[in-house]
């Protein structure tokens, strides 16, 4: 039996190496926004308007030959305009909005901070691929704790109380006039201290197992004002306290956990028998063949790098993935002694499901 190779069309070849050349400046360039980022070059460029190489260089007080070949590289990426009559570079406004507005929900920075700060650990994800073995998220670099919460959060700013928690059947109603709610994988508290802001009459625990993360969102808490009515602890998904909550919430973490199943039991112990369990997930079909697009290809790569590996590293290791979808993460809350589910808000980014008793 003989098998015959497949002839390799010269054209396309190309075009995919080509493609792959593309592909590997957007490599460096998550390097180089992150850089644009910390350095100020993009809030300079935004507040001064066509500048030349020397003038971002003096006003941020770095070195000319960095600053002149970062504009020059986010040129060729249509970052900022290049003019060659002045030899000036400038921030197109929509790009001022998405890279120096930190409200915006088109903020972007953070999104490149934590994709950078997951592949500065790619040794140890490939350590861990070849032996099975998981990477937990405390283990990461900073970039990715602090990238997380800064791409995350403007989405919560624009959405959360005005559109998701509306979306839950009397919830804000109950919110009003004061219930308990349990933020279970908080972070830095982004998500706890927005619903502390909206709802006074409340009161909000946030839970966290990454105890740096905790003492940030107690910082956080203390300077927004609002720890009359928050707190926050350093405890597992399946071992926060407390019982009786009329909420309970996981944003963009549910995916993350080693057992998953086993947080929703716990959910379910701890919530009030008309209380609310609202699971905030990465936006994601239920069919590989769904999420064949831009924003599943960045989900499957932070699954690849970040959240499987993390999953991988705690007891059970259901490794769920980013892109679990509806059908699996109901899955999860109907063996963790739920009965109701519905997927009630999104986002481009985000899916919101309501689950009940």
Known sequence: MTTTEAPVDTDKLMAFVFRAVDEVGATLNAALVVMGDKLGYYRDLAAHGPSTPSALAERTGTSEPYAREWLNAQAAGAYVAYDPATGTYTLPPEQVVALTVEDSPAFLPGFFQIALGTVHDTSKILAAARSGAGYGWHEHDTDVHVGCE??????????????????????????????????????????????????????????????????????????????????????????????GFGLVTMFDCLHDMGDPVGAARHVRSALADDGTWMVVEPMAGDRVEDNLNPVGRAYYGFSTLLCTPSSLSQDVGLALGTQAGPA??????TAGGFTRFDRVAETPFNQVFEVRP
């Open 328 to 333: 699996r993460i109901r899955d999860v809350t």
């Open 150 to 243: 800064r791409f995350f959060r403007p989405s919560y700013h624009a959405h959360l109380v005005a559109e998701w928690l509306p979306a839950l059947d009397g919830m804000v109603d109950k919110l009003t006039v004061g219930t308990t709610v349990a933020d279970v994988g908080c972070g830095h508290g982004a998500s706890t201290i927005l619903m502390a802001q909206a709802f006074p009459n409340s009161t909000f625990v946030g839970s966290d197992y990454h105890p740096e993360s905790i003492a940030i969102a107690r910082k956080r808490a203390l300077d927004a004002g609002v720890m009359d009515r928050v707190s926050f602890e350093v405890a597992p998904a399946s071992g926060f306290g407390g019982t």
